[in-house]
């Protein structure tokens, strides 16, 4: 036997067993580096596919927050509408000070409470009084009327003696504790 002839031999079967592990080794890394890229490819959407996520859920709790909103408002809209309030308002004139006593005779606070009084040329408005709380009474001077009693009983004289009396209409408006606005129709109340 012939040892030079099989080690030739397999020296050349060693050759094309080398040449076909480089061609599969190129196709191999081939294709590793088409997989790598793809892999790069998938990796860039599924970023763009968390940035958008991210995105998204700031949406949903705006839109949350937005909607825990509304429906406090709705709550506090539904409870100012069915809100039960004791507010009745008397109207007591002492004329020996010329004050005007503007009584809260309900059970309920009243808030932010402004009284317009308005007689002849004369119409002002007081207030606002942060809250009269229930038989609270609000107190207005009117100096002015002690001048127009002072001017018509100087005019009177002898036995001409009239009846000092002027009528004056009074209005209030004010806050219920939740916040209603109340506009009362004026009262007329005679003042003498």
Do not use: C
């Amino acid at each position: 036997m012939d040892w030079t002839a099989v080690g030739a031999l397999s020296g050349l079967g060693a050759a094309v067993v080398s040449v076909v592990a480089v061609v599969f080794a190129g196709l191999a890394h081939r294709r590793a580096k088409e997989a790598n890229e793809a892999a790069e490819e998938a990796n860039r959407i599924a970023a763009r596919g968390l940035d958008e996520s991210r995105v998204a859920n700031e949406i949903a709790q705006q839109a949350n927050e937005l909607s825990e909103a509304t429906k406090a408002i709705s709550e506090r809209e539904f409870a100012m509408r069915h809100e039960n309030v004791v507010i009745n308002w008397s109207f007591q004139w002492d004329r020996k000070g010329d004050v005007l006593r503007v009584t809260n005779s309900g059970a309920d606070t009243a808030h932010e409470v402004s009284v317009s009084v308005s007689y002849k040329d004369f119409a002002e408005t007081y207030g606002p009084f942060p809250e009269v709380a229930g038989l609270g009474e609000i107190a207005i001077e009117l100096p002015e009327l002690a001048e127009m009693r002072r001017q018509h009983s100087s005019q009177l004289t002898g036995v001409r003696r009239g009846r000092f009396q002027v009528t004056a209409f009074i209005g209030i408006q004010y806050l219920t504790p939740m916040g209603n606005p109340v506009t009362p129709e004026l009262v007329e109340l005679k003042l003498r």
